[in-house]
């Protein structure tokens, strides 16, 4: 059974850092790994989507890679800003599977 | 164009009510999820659709949780004699992909259910 494990639960920095979100998964057959953001109370957006032939992904002052045979990915956050501030959700889409497997997510905190 | 809307946004039910979720997905996208997030966790998969018929329903806890897309789009999620442990917010997403390729799942804001 698949499990994704992101640590720590939650982060608080200063504006301006650079950060780095950490993502595992315990099984390696997957189709893709994708990052999202959930504001409180709210849905999920989507930030990035690796496939399982990638290694990395950017958009803006994001990027996250992937390394699926050692079951990690990481997503990096550029000069964070108070607005980054939101839980980050790592999920990975099982390879046979359409359905997500989420991690417990890192609350982030970004502070001005 | 609109996303993924999910009405109510909140739902306050007594234990032992009927309640129905509402999921339209974005036009056009073939395949539907629900899922459910309990607080401080990650969301948790119910069912997936393909169309009209429920590709897999293996997330879906107990007998009393039943979903329908008759359609193939609109989606309603039905949860009967409603206990306090099915408080949570559920979520719906849609994607563009047939099976068996690759795509980005879209969420709704969820519908936040509460029992009482």
């Known amino acids: 059974k698949q499990e994704v494990t992101q640590i720590p639960a939650a982060l608080s920095v200063p504006e301006g850092e650079n950060l780095v979100l950490n993502c595992s998964f315990t099984?390696?057959?997957?189709?893709?790994l994708q990052w999202f953001r959930q504001d409180p109370g709210k849905g999920l957006t989507s930030l990035l989507l690796?496939?399982?032939?990638?290694r990395e992904q950017t958009s803006g002052r994001l990027n996250a890679s992937l390394d699926k045979s050692s079951g990690r990915s990481t997503l990096y956050i550029a000069a964070s800003q108070p607005g980054d501030s939101a839980t980050y959700l790592c999920a990975v889409r099982q390879g046979g599977s359409e359905k997500l497997v989420f991690g417990k997510g890192m609350k982030l905190t970004v502070n001005p | 164009g609109a996303g993924v809307s999910q009405t109510p946004s909140n739902k306050v039910t007594e234990k032992g009510k009927y309640v129905e979720l509402r999921c339209d997905p974005i036009s056009g996208h073939t395949a539907l999820y629900w899922y459910r997030q309990s607080l401080g966790q990650g969301p948790e998969f119910l069912i997936y659709f393909q169309g009209t018929g429920a590709a897999d329903d293996s997330g879906l806890p107990n007998d009393r949780f039943f979903a329908v897309r008759p359609e193939g789009s609109v989606s309603t999620l039905k949860i009967q004699r409603t206990e306090r442990g099915d408080s949570a917010m559920y979520l719906c997403?849609?994607?563009?992909?047939?099976?068996?390729?690759?795509?980005?799942?879209?969420f709704g804001p969820g519908t936040r259910l509460t029992v009482l």
């Open positions: 690796i496939q399982s032939s990638q």
């Open positions: 099984d390696s057959a997957i189709y893709n």
């Open positions: 997403a849609s994607s563009r992909a047939p099976k068996g390729t690759t795509d980005t799942q879209y």
